[in-house]
């Protein structure tokens, strides 16, 4: 491993969170503009890969992206960044190869591939401790791609140009970085053994992180991807602008808010003290200023999109004024992700994400039998508002036997 003074960490920490920032707010403006740039089917379309990408993209690495930075050495680092390099490829040609014949999902593998390319550079610049290197690639790849789609937008407006900016945004963010050559050093010197036995090593993380990572990716794109089947992309695209629009900020705030939750329960867990209180005082504490942010958000909507998005938007404001309940239990969710790791309840964890999955599904298809789009959100949003009260009934049951117990 390679170690930095303090001052350097601090200030690549501040350079990384500025650049997701940036990054963030771009992709927000950018599809403000390509509203207007492209059909509501188009973006529908878009959305619908763009969810079935990010889920086959952590298959892509089976998850030992993350063993990267267990690496106790760097060939250790090494060898575990080839075994990703060489999961992705084997994937994408002999598993997603037969998407090549579908004319609106072509792309997938190549998409697939870049994509799980570069979040294992991710956390091979991690491991580096080239943090400034992530802040790069971040603000590259954001600005190149969402440059691509608004120029294709005013030259030929279709889904096939979105995807190849989006490729070509993670190319051209993977190529900035790779002018240090001392940074992959070793990195073309494959050992074969050393590639198998660590592969059976770190089983676990395909095996328990994989599925894991699987449903949390699928807690908000689950209605998209079970709707698309069901009715229209223009429903689909209205429905989509809700959900990133809603969604960026929300996961933007909720992983700063998360950080500091997990360091509080972590401190008062090492100190033995009412881990319990602590729970209750966060989420009341939460609760104050998150519900009247959502009631002030319900009426903000109707004009924010009105002014934004234009008029042919303004289904998508029905749409996401609907989904602001499970904008604010995701918010929660995500705020307490690290309960169940920190308890060592992850196996339990699951179990319930996976009912809670089932569930969900379950609503969706009620409003499906009856043909019907908005039952069919409706229901969706019910119904993961009341999985998220069970969750948490089931964290406060946890620590309470830990406070007490």
Known sequence: MIYRPASSFYSNSIRLLSANVF???????????????YSVEDLGRFSFFLQLAALLTL?????????????????????AFQLCCMIN?????????PFLFFEHIRLLPLY??????????????????????????????????NSLKALLGYIHPCVNGLLWADIIGYLVG?????????????????HWREIWEMAYRFRHFPYFMLPLSLVNALSV???????????????????????????????????SLEQVISGELTSYIKQKLSVSSLF??????????????????FFLIPPAVKLFLGDDWEESAGYMQLLLPVLM??????????????????????????????????ALMVGVGFHDFYLSVALYSAMYVVTVVIQFFWYARVLSVISYG
């Open 112 to 145: 697939i591939f870049v994509s799980a390319l570069s979040a294992s550079c991710s956390y091979w610049f991690n491991f580096n401790s080239r943090l400034s290197l992530i802040a790069r690639y971040g603000i590259v790849q954001s600005l190149s791609a």
């Open 174 to 190: 993977i190529g900035s970085c790779i002018t240090q050559k001392r940074l992959y050093s070793g990195i073309y010197y494959i």
């Open 89 to 97: 490829i084997a994937v994408c040609v002999l598993i997603l190869s």
């Open 23 to 37: 990054s963030q707010s771009l992709t927000l403006l950018t599809f403000v503009l390509l509203a207007r740039l």
């Open 59 to 79: 298959l892509a690495n089976g998850r030992y992206e993350l063993v990267i930075l267990l690496g106790k050495t760097r060939r250790e680092a090494t060898t």
């Open 221 to 255: 794109s689950l209605p998209i991807l079970v709707l698309a089947g069901y009715f229209s992309m223009e429903k689909i695209g209205f429905l989509s602008m809700a959900l990133t629009l809603g969604v960026a900020p929300v996961k933007l705030w909720a992983s």
């Open 329 to 362: 239990a995701w918010f929660l969710s995500l705020s307490f992700i690290s309960v169940p790791n920190l308890l060592g309840k992850q196996r339990m964890a699951l179990i319930l994400e996976l009912l809670f999955i089932i569930c969900r599904t379950i």
């Open 280 to 297: 209750r005082n966060l989420l009341s504490k939460i609760f104050r200023w998150l519900l009247p942010a959502i009631i002030f958000a």
